[in-house]
Nanobody, 115 residues
């Protein structure tokens, strides 16, 4: 079993920055990918950024140039640095870890961008 512990998030004004963190623990052998998703009420969960181990990093178009994903593999931790935040970025963010063919999800973190 793998557990994900998210931290970060909160309230910020437009143009501000926040950093989300997600630490994986438990029975971790090889991580295939780590990433961040977000889900607005009544909508499907959507990919924000993903880091595929030993391969590419993907950032979706709506946040490209503003958000950055990074990893500390020694700590099994993934980060999402969010800059130039906009009100439309307001929603719940979930980290995701793919290991041994199973997707694990964090508990979710609310990010609110308000004027």
């Amino acid at each position: 079993q793998v557990q994900l512990a998210q931290s970060g998030g909160g309230l910020v004004q437009p143009g501000g920055s926040l950093r989300l963190s997600c630490a994986a623990s438990g029975s971790i052998f090889t991580i295939a990918a780590m990433g961040w998703y977000r889900q607005a009420p009544g909508k499907q969960r959507e990919l924000v950024a993903q880091s595929i181990t030993g391969s590419t990093t993907n950032i979706v178009g709506s946040v490209k140039g503003r958000f950055t994903i990074s990893r500390d593999d020694a700590k099994n931790t993934v980060y999402l640095q969010m800059n130039s935040l906009k009100p439309e970025d307001t929603t719940v963010y979930y980290c995701n870890v793919l290991t041994q063919g199973i997707n694990y999800w964090g508990q979710g973190t609310l990010v609110t961008v308000f004027s």
